[in-house]
C-alpha cells in the first residue's frame, strides 16, 4: 500500500508563490511517475503537472505553464510544486498521485488526500 501526504498549501496574495509537497512511502518511489491535480470547489479534478521517474520529463497544463514548475527528489521521496504568480483561479484543494506519466487521471494508481490552496484576490 502506497500513501502519499501533501504539505505546503496556505493562504496567498494574488501574485505570491506557495511550494507544494508530496511525500511517498511504500513502494520503489523512484520507478514511478508522479503527478498534481487540482479540484476547485463545486468542480471535477483536473490535472496540473506530472514528472516521469527521473525527472526528465515534465508536462503541464496550459493553465499553469509557466507559473508552475514540478520536481522531484527521488532520495527523499519527494515531488514539489513550485507554485509562482498565483492567481485566484489557481484555488483549490492539490492532490498528488503516483503512476504511469500522463496526464489523465486513470494514469494513476494512488492518491493523496491534498493540500487547500486559497489565493485571495
Known amino acids: 500500500q502506497v500513501q502519499l501526504v501533501e504539505s505546503g498549501g496556505g493562504l496567498v496574495q494574488a501574485g505570491g508563490s506557495l511550494r507544494l509537497s508530496c511525500a511517498a512511502n511504500?513502494?520503489?518511489?523512484?520507478?514511478?511517475?508522479m503527478c498534481w491535480f487540482r479540484q476547485a470547489p463545486g468542480k471535477e479534478s483536473v490535472f496540473v503537472a506530472t514528472?516521469?521517474?527521473?525527472?526528465?520529463?515534465?508536462y503541464y497544463a496550459d493553465s499553469v505553464k509557466g507559473r508552475f514548475n514540478i520536481s522531484r527528489d527521488n532520495a527523499k521521496n519527494t515531488v514539489y510544486l513550485q507554485m509562482n504568480s498565483l492567481k485566484h483561479e489557481d484555488t483549490a484543494v492539490y492532490l498528488c498521485?503516483?503512476?504511469?506519466?500522463?496526464?489523465?487521471?486513470?494514469?494513476?494508481?494512488?492518491w493523496g488526500q491534498g493540500t487547500q490552496v486559497n489565493v485571495s484576490s
Open positions: 498521485a503516483e503512476g504511469r506519466y500522463g496526464s489523465s487521471n486513470y494514469d494513476y494508481d494512488y
Open positions: 511504500g513502494r520503489a518511489f523512484s520507478v514511478y511517475a
Open positions: 514528472i516521469n521517474w527521473s525527472g526528465g520529463s515534465t
